[in-house]
């Protein structure tokens, strides 16, 4: 059987969408000018992931999306605040850099945990971390100094609508991943 490598995730609706890319592009100036390498997330892939799936076979694409739209059912559209910038592991040893959920990460992982239990009817085991609400603006290959040496100094990217969740299929090439959506849920609706 053939698979594809999967994961659930959301977007904030388009005027937050370029707050956030104005943090992303205010970032990559002040790393660029610091001698960061980095490979930056292009704004279309921009979204916060609820549940990765891995290497998923495509007879799965079918129940994994009933499952996904039995959880968005379940949930209201979010108001979702995402400001700061900060990075995983630590702020010292940044390896991705990303953009902090400042409000509604309560609603995000609710929608999480549904998916969660969604995904566990249908066999899949739990995911392997708990849920952290996180926008990757970029994973660094290497960096200079921490954290606070590429802070933008305005980091709030204000209050978006997260209206939907997505199951993408995630195509991994050289200059990064291509997202294609394979399926889609509104929140709150029977979709």
């Known amino acids: 059987m053939e698979t594809v490598r999967a994961f659930i995730g959301c977007t904030l609706d388009l005027g937050a969408t370029r707050k956030v890319q104005e943090l992303s592009r205010a970032t990559r100036a002040l790393a660029d000018a610091a001698g960061w390498d980095v490979r930056w997330v292009p704004a279309p892939n921009l979204h916060f ?33 995402v400001g700061g910038l900060a990075s995983f592991p630590d702020r010292d040893s940044p390896k991705v850099l990303y953009a902090d959920v400042s409000r509604g990460h309560e609603g995000l992982a609710k929608l999480a945990e549904r998916l969660e239990t969604a995904l566990g ?43 939907a969740v997505t199951l993408y299929r995630s195509d991994l090439f050289s200059k990064g991943a291509e997202y294609i959506a394979l399926a889609r849920a509104p929140l709150g609706t029977d979709g």
């Open 49 to 81: 992931t609820l549940r990765f799936l891995g290497d998923i076979d495509q007879g799965l694409i079918e129940p994994v999306a009933e499952a996904m739209r039995s959880a968005a059912k379940a949930t209201p559209t979010l108001l979702v605040g």
């Open 121 to 163: 009817a249908i066999g899949f085991p739990k995911a392997d971390r708990p849920f952290v609400g996180h926008m990757t603006l970029g994973r660094v290959r290497s960096s200079r100094g921490g954290l606070g040496t590429i802070t933008p100094p305005a980091t709030d990217c204000g209050v978006g609508t997260v209206a």
